[in-house]
């Protein structure tokens, strides 16, 4: 199936071909038709920008954009039947919810009669049908968002681009509003693509999570697949992964902390299959169910999960690394050196 939208070697550069900066660096990007893909990464990785390029409020300096197949590189905004929420809900204040549903619409040039119906049913949507008839500042930031969300659906876009939609809300209810875009876009079945800074937000969302550091792409795919293997240190440590270790035969490897197995160094081998290293426990964190034990391994640091609270700071510990938890990792190479 073609995708929704494509990216072919798209890159950008801000501040002449010299001195600039690269803040999008030879993007090669696939989005199948009814997936939520999240481009997730730190401030500056480059996010906002493949957003924007994606939409056309930025040309590339680089590449190509396809949009349903067709070169869309030099296609103005308003012909690439998009649909946008920002950060900033950006309403009309002096409209009613209706109204700003509707401009879209009418834009469009649709009649009256169907102009009212499609909006009408994209607030139903977002369940603020009582509402209707409202000013934005009348309502809460969680429901100005509906609205804008409702708005970018309502013209039937070909692709809805969701700039760090939630970012503006309270944490318990940015959580709740992440079941509502997800709902939204099941029973839609729009194509979404959704920027955040915000890995758990990429991990509930996406059927793709497309990771980026410095304007390239480190890793992409399921979540599912990405979080138990991330390719490399940079995705790792952004994904949360805490323990870096060289071990020996096997290279720089990561492993979640749940997963370390450490018992006395005086006790016979045992356990699981896995790389066997000794270390000392350098800090204790009693957390009721269990404890986080630090250990110095080396030059090295790993912290485990460890159901008792039986070792202190100064022991000698005999580290289990589990082979078949054990995520081996490519060497990130400098970005200089890219
Ligand atoms: N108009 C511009 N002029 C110059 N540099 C820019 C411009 N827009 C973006 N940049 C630079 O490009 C890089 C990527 O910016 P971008 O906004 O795409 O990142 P981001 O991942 O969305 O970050 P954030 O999460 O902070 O919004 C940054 O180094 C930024 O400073």
Do not use: W
Not at 50 to 71: H, K, N, Q, V, Y
Not at 138 to 157: D, F, H, K, T, Y
Not at 295 to 319: E, L, Q
């Amino acid at each position: 199936m073609t995708p929704v939208v494509r990216l072919d070697g798209v890159g950008r550069r801000f501040g002449g071909a010299k001195n600039g900066v690269a803040a999008v660096d030879g993007l090669d990007l696939s989005v199948e038709r009814g997936s939520f893909t999240t481009l997730l990464g730190p401030s500056g990785c480059g996010k906002t920008t493949t957003l924007r390029m994606i939409a056309g409020f930025i040309r590339p300096t680089s590449g190509r954009i396809l949009l349903e197949g067709a070169d869309a590189t030099a296609t103005p905004p308003e012909r690439r039947n998009i649909g946008m929420v920002f950060q900033s809900y950006a309403l009309f204040p002096h409209m009613s919810l209706t109204d700003n549903v509707a401009f879209g619409l009418r834009a469009r040039r649709l009649g009256a009669a169907e102009v009212q119906r499609r909006a009408g049913e994209a607030l139903e949507l977002v369940g603020l049908s009582h509402a209707a008839g409202r000013k934005p500042g009348e309502l809460s930031g969680g429901q100005q968002q509906r609205v804008a969300l409702a708005r970018a659906v309502a013209i039937e876009p070909s692709v809805l681009l969701l700039d760090e939609p939630l970012s503006n809300l309270d944490a318990r209810l940015r959580v709740q509003m992440r079941q509502e875009l997800l709902r939204v876009q099941r029973e839609t079945g729009v194509t979404a693509v959704l920027v955040t800074h915000d890995q758990d937000e990429a991990l509930q969302l996406s059927d793709t999570m497309v990771i980026l550091n410095e304007g390239r792409l480190e890793q992409e795919g399921d979540p599912r697949e990405v979080f138990p293997a991330p390719a490399n240190r940079f995705v790792a440590e952004f994904l949360g992964y805490e323990n870096f270790l060289d071990v020996p035969g096997t290279g720089p490897v990561t492993i979640r902390p749940e997963h370390v197995v450490l018992s006395p160094a005086g006790d016979a081998a045992g356990g699981p299959d896995g790389a066997e290293l000794a270390g000392t426990v350098t800090d204790v964190t009693y957390q009721g169910s269990h404890c986080l034990v630090g250990a110095a391994v080396g030059a090295d640091r790993v912290t485990s999960v460890h159901p008792g609270d039986d070792f202190r700071p100064g022991d000698a510990v005999r580290v289990v690394l589990p082979r078949h938890r054990l995520v081996v990792l490519a060497e990130t190479a400098p970005a200089g050196a890219r």
